[in-house]
């Protein structure tokens, strides 16, 4: 079988260009556009580039953006205070730090700072708790863009097997609880499960968030099988690829999403769609 190329650049446009129409609607009568802040502290180069992709597509949508770039050395207390000042601002409408922070900043602190209503990421214990209970919420973005594809390929999650590499707070955790909502049966595999590849070799819809470049390979994929590819790593040619060696994936999954092109341009459109939830929730 040679799967079929999921076009998350197309779905992150599509989403993108409705956006912008309802943005310039509830705008129409004179109101401010919405407005992200992003805080980034220090120079990680991954990190800026990803910023200088929010502000892009902020500019595309048509929402307001505002990037506080602070300095590596930036004490914790600084960025707290930075947080509870943009809480206070009413003419901030969603706050997203972006993470990893340096060392000295506990991440912690920093999401549990953030007004939950401001929080675009879906991070804070507020969010998690109501998506855990699968009440509306600001959704994480990297998971939502994961569910947003699925649902854009037409794929019936219900009774599915699915299978999520990783478990951390940030993408496999809340990736496994959207799928069970979904009524997907789900299993999780991390970096202590025993024999991953045939827990993995199981599932209708594989997605790989390991952090692994290239961990998955044909032992771990179902011929047929819906491979989502999460993972962001760069190969020596300095060009991106992910946690799945695509060969394998191509010659035996159904359906792929390459990386780039997959799920990151999603992941920017969820953090647009929420920015402007978040805007339309403070009415
Ligand atoms: P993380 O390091 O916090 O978590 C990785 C998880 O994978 C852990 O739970 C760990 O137990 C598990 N794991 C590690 N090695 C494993 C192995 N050999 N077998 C099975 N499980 C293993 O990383 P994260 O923040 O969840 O990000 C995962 C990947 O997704 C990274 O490559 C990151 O760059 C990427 N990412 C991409 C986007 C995007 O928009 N595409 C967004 C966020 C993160």
Known sequence: MTARLIDGTAAAKKIRAGLKEKVAALTASGRRAPCLAVILVGDDPASLVYVRHKEKSCDDVGLTSKTFHLRAATPESEVLALITKLNQDPEIDGILPQLP?????????????????????????????????????????????????????GIDCSGKKAVVIGRSVLVGLPVQLLLTHANATVTCVHSKTKNPEQIAKDADI???????????T??????????????????????????????????LASLFTPVPGGVGPMTIAMLMVNCVQAYENRG
């Open 101 to 153: 922070m340096p060392g000295h900043i506990d991440r912690v602190k920093v999401v549990s700072e953030i007004n939950p209503a401001k929080d675009v990421d879906g991070l804070s214990f507020y969010n998690q708790g109501r998506l855990a209970w699968n009440l509306p919420a600001l959704r994480p973005c990297t998971p939502a863009g994961v569910m947003e594809l699925l649902k854009h390929e």
């Open 218 to 251: 044909k032992e771990w994929i179902k011929p047929g099988a819906i491979v989502i590819d999460v993972g962001i790593h760069k190969n020596d040619d300095g060009k991106l690829t992910g946690d799945v060696r695509p060969d394998d994936a191509l010659s």
């Open 206 to 216: 594989l997605v790989a968030a390991a952090g692994s470049k290239h961990l998955v």
